[in-house]
């Protein structure tokens, strides 16, 4: 059985810094694709940012230059980088991962639990 556990999060004030991590652990293959999706208050939960096990990475609008997404194939991680941190980021973040596992060798997208980050102004 596959899982994320997402560590990192918190209060924080607007202008710092955070890091969020997740970690895969499981009948794990292979991963594909990693990504970050944050969901506010009120609205659908939407993409952050997303790296490809062997491509670049690509970003909202709305983070590029403050955020940077990262991982570690070895370990199965995946961070997430968070500077100068705006009030509107203030959202539940999930990390995302396409898994295939040792068992049926098919691929299936995974989700955290999701950790809250908030965003102080």
């Known amino acids: 059985q596959v899982q994320l556990v997402q560590s990192g999060g918190g209060l924080v004030q607007a202008g710092e810094s955070l890091r969020l991590s997740c970690a895969a652990s499981?009948?794990?293959?292979?991963?594909?694709?990693m990504a970050w999706y944050r969901q506010a208050p009120g609205k659908q939960r939407g993409l952050v940012a997303a790296?490809?096990?062997?491509?670049?990475?690509t970003y909202a609008d709305s983070v590029k230059d403050r955020f940077t997404i990262s991982r570690d194939n070895a370990k199965n991680t995946v961070s997430l980088t968070m500077n100068s941190l705006k009030a509107e980021d203030t959202a539940v973040y999930y990390c995302?991962?396409?898994?295939?596992?040792?068992?049926?060798?098919?691929?299936?997208?995974?989700w955290g639990r999701g950790t809250q980050v908030t965003v102080s102004s």
């Open positions: 790296l490809p096990s062997g491509g670049s990475a």
């Open positions: 995302n991962a396409d898994i295939q596992d040792t068992r049926s060798l098919r691929s299936y997208s995974y």
């Open positions: 499981g009948s794990i293959f292979s991963i594909g694709a």
